[in-house]
């Protein structure tokens, strides 16, 4: 890229994960989403490339999920192809060989993440010396075999994988649905439709505990679908989250009022959002001391970050 071109920060884009970290903590907000901007370049400052550095860091929920995501992605497409149902002690090896080389660049190869940190892997905890809590590895041990084996189980594979009629649209693509001036990210883990019915079918797979916020998620996808695919009516829209480690779903039908009040959370949080923005066009937001440090000092000890605020 010209250096006489490169925007100092990035475009704007809302998605529920930029909401909830304005909402933990303003600071966190402003590295993780416009100070860290350009620190993967070699003539960005040591400070920009310092935050960006931190931004990578992630946390062993946050890996095994990802890798897990990975997995059911590349089962799915290949039952696609094959018609071969997978295996749980198949979908675990997979697993774990990504978390022990996950674990491997974060013990041994601290180095080439420090020049390279979108192409590594460095744990939080390691990174602060803390090394991985006993206790939340073999959580993490005991989650792989609950949810590898819930997989073939949950209700969306045996819909797909049963006999139906069902065509898959789409697997884990990043997409951007525009909303008045703003850009929602939305990325859905499965979208199928029931040929014989004319349903369709949004799944999100979840390896955590339930949250407040997924049916909001699942509403999103449920709009974007019915722009995306002109789909007459929101009622003809399933939304579905598998929660993997209980081996259980929950399963929606929406209503009109339902995008009316998601609708009006997206705007009250975009508004919140460009009151930390001096031009609101340019997405360039105020000095950093503008944005506040968080007065839950819970949300710290969790936080990339917390290097650069002395807590």
Request: charged share 30%; with cysteine.
């Amino acid at each position: 890229m010209n250096p006489a071109t490169r925007s100092a920060f990035p475009g704007f884009a809302w998605s529920l994960s930029r909401q909830k970290t304005l909402a933990e903590c303003p600071r966190r907000y402003a590295y993780e989403y416009y100070f860290s901007h350009n620190g993967w370049l070699a003539d960005a400052s040591e400070e920009t490339k310092r935050i960006y550095r931190l931004k990578k860091l992630t946390s062993l929920e946050m890996f095994f999920g990802s890798s897990l995501h990975n997995v059911i992605q590349n089962a799915i497409s290949n039952y696609s192809k094959s018609r071969k149902i997978p295996r749980p002690d198949d979908l675990v090896r997979l697993v774990r060989s990504s978390l022990n080389a996950a674990y491997i660049d974060s013990t041994r190869h601290y180095g080439l993440w420090f020049d390279k940190p979108s192409r590594y892997t460095m744990f939080r905890d390691v990174y602060y010396g803390d090394g991985l809590p006993p206790d939340k590895i073999e959580e993490i041990r005991s989650r792989i075999g609950a949810c590898a084996e819930s997989f073939p189980k949950s209700k969306t594979f045996r819909e797909i994988s049963g006999g139906r009629n069902v065509r898959l649209m789409e697997l884990e693509r990043f997409r951007t649905l525009p909303f008045a001036d703003v850009d929602v990210v939305v990325v859905m883990d499965i979208v199928y439709r029931d040929r014989d019915t004319g349903r369709w079918v949004v799944a999100d797979w979840k390896t955590g505990k339930e949250s407040a916020e997924d049916r909001t998620q699942l509403a999103l996808y449920a709009m974007y679908l019915q722009k995306l695919y002109d789909i007459p009516s929101i009622r003809d829209i399933t939304i579905r989250n598998e929660y993997l480690a209980t081996g259980t779903w929950r399963e929606y039908k929406l209503e009109p009022i339902d995008v009316d009040n998601t609708l009006y959370v997206l705007e009250r949080s975009v508004m919140e959002m460009r009151r930390y923005m001096e031009d609101i066009d340019g997405n360039v937001p105020y000095e950093l001391e503008a944005f506040p440090l968080t007065e839950y000092t819970r949300h710290c000890e969790r936080c990339n970050f917390k290097e650069l605020c002395g807590r």
